[in-house]
């Protein structure tokens, strides 16, 4: 840690001062020897665990063949078989085409450049306690302030945030979109607006979902006026929410769909799937990266893919979402353990708050940073986050056996009574 501090910059944070060494599946070895239970997933990115052999071995057979072309130079089949197969997986009906990019940041950045090219408008509507990359168009789109955009420069012009509806917010569905007509009011005309981006279960806001009401509301806001619906995936997509896509809980579809994390189980890959007509907006060359696409982490996905199927990762979502309900739900009945809120979240997508009074709604956010620390003190990994930052995330892979998620709700429970 002296050498990272001289070294690396200030501004990159740290969840704790362990250094990994080696990981297999849902556990995490530092370079002392200690082993932890992972209950953060590199931020929900293992979904199928640490080294799954099956992507383990796609990324190896892809290493003997070459390792990087630049898609933009040289094509190449990995990329396009990946392509196929998401624009046949995610929940938007008709032609449907993909571009892959590096991170979750370019991802969303690049849904709105498509958007853009598409209407011709340049505005954006986003939510608060939105959390949709660091880069410039991201960060600005994210709907917190700190850290993500503290001292670090005015925001990007024509972007909007709506209050999201949480009770924790004391806002309902019908106040948020009366707020959007508001701005369309006040500050700018819908016909310059090129995208409403929202994510179906805010990650780093707290893992609220949107309500339903609140995403038929969105669609037909965006029928009426041409505006584009972003559905930021990132977090939630690859069984997460006990769905592929956590769009498929909604009985109405998005234009565009921001993926990364999960989709190529550790290595470094996000996309944009969507309408075929928006997506081929943009002209040749507007689109790409150096990297973007890169072919090892196409062979991963199509490897994480073919996981899913033959592990039934999506049924094994719900069970341990069950299983962690079952477990958390009790603690909270605890008079011995700190005071914590409702659980919530779609299948193994699970958070709950950390309160000041039993009853009460208060957030203790010292408290959160206390459950943290002792839980990678007894050996378990894990994230906390919530625009109070009062809130713990769960993100075990859904790889994970039965007898290491008790052994990590275990070590929970002893956190939650420091």
Known sequence: MTRRNSAVVRGIGHVTPIFADRAENSEVWDVEGRRYVDFAGGIAVLNTGHR?????????????????????????????ELAERLNALVPISGAVKTAFFTTGAEATENAVKIARAATGRAGVVAFTGSFHGRTIVASAMTGKVVPYKKGLGPAVADIWHVPFPTDANDVTTAESLRYLDFIFKADIDPSRVAAIIVEPVQGEGGFHQVPGDLMRGLRAVCDAHGIVLIADEVQTGFGRTGKMFAMEHYDVQPDLMC??????????????????????????????????????????ALAVLDVFEEENLLERAVAIGERIRNAVGRMARSNHLLPISELRGPGAMVAFD?????????????????????????????????????????????????????????????????
């Open 259 to 300: 993926l990364a994390k999960s989709l190529a189980g550790g290595m470094p890959l996000s996309g944009v799937v969507g309408r075929a007509a928006i997506m081929d907006t943009a002209d040749p060359g507007g689109l790409g990266g150096t990297y973007a696409g890169s072919p090892l982490a196409c062979a991963a």
């Open 52 to 80: 799954h052999p099956k992507i383990l071995d796609a990324v190896r057979g892809q290493l003997d063949r070459f390792t990087h072309t630049c898609f933009q130079v040289l094509p190449y089949e990995p990329y396009v």
């Open 354 to 418: 950390i309160l000041k009074n039993r009853g009460s709604t208060e957030p203790d956010a010292e408290a959160t940073k206390r459950v943290t620390r002792t839980a990678h003190e007894n050996g378990l990994i894990l994230l906390s986050c919530g625009t109070n930052a009062n809130t713990i995330r769960l993100l075990c892979p859904l790889t994970i056996s039965d007898e290491v998620l008790d052994e990590g709700l275990g070590i929970l429970e002893i956190a939650l009574a420091a």
